[in-house]
């Protein structure tokens, strides 16, 4: 019972540590009346990304795409792409509270995943995604994997996807991973 309190107090802890910069600026402030607005159909690849590490090669970003982005698989990836087709997706936004992704390969769907979001005052369509994911037994043989993700649009009508993760972990109490956190905006070139 005691380490289940220990859980609890540590997962109450990490929730703030993969917050959003309060002075990063939604470039379209989404709100109930232009929600719809992000439904399209839209490159799997991102066209531009902002983050620290934008100064390395571009080509450590180009093998992430949105859908290994919102697959919240911490171990393994579930999603196997051959690169001889055609990936797309498809985003619909039901209301406020729900969002459908569509996966695309060759002009065919061959998946759809409802998400749970929230619309909030920043005008961010937050997506509730299983934010909060365990590697193992998180700080005795394993990590805690917090990531938050938000859609906006750009000025260009591409999607704005940010993201803030953070991870940290230990074995046998030795803390191997010192809380990490990551934040990027990624934009995706609307094609339909």
């Known amino acids: ?108 769907v061959f998946r759809e995943r409802t998400l749970n979001a929230k619309l909030k005052k920043d005008g961010f369509l937050y997506l509730k995604n299983k934010n909060t994911g365990f590697l193992l037994v998180p700080y005795i043989a394993g990590a805690i994997d917090i990531k938050r993700t938000r859609l906006s649009k750009s000025e260009n009508e591409n999607l704005i996807l940010d993201y803030s993760n953070h991870r940290s972990g230990a074995f046998l109490i030795l803390a191997f991973l010192d809380g990490r956190t990551w934040k990027n905006r990624l934009e995706y070139k609307r094609i339909e």
């Not at 992000?38 to 902002?50: E, F, H, P, S, T």
């Not at 970003?61 to 859908?67: E, K």
């Not at 290994?68 to 087709?85: A, G, N, V």
């Open 1 to 108: 019972m005691r380490n289940l309190f220990y859980y609890l107090i540590t997962f109450l802890l990490l929730q703030g540590c993969a917050s959003f910069d309060k002075d990063l600026t939604n470039p379209y402030p989404l709100n109930e009346s232009n929600l719809s607005e992000l439904d399209g159909v839209y490159d799997i690849k991102q066209i531009d990304y902002d983050t620290a590490f934008k100064k390395f090669d571009r080509q450590m970003w180009t093998g992430n795409n949105f859908l290994q982005e919102i697959d919240r698989k911490l171990i393994k990836d579930t999603l196997h792409l051959d690169s001889l087709k055609n990936y797309k997706f498809g985003l619909k936004v039901l209301n406020k509270k729900r969002v459908r992704i569509s996966y695309i390969e060759n002009d065919t």
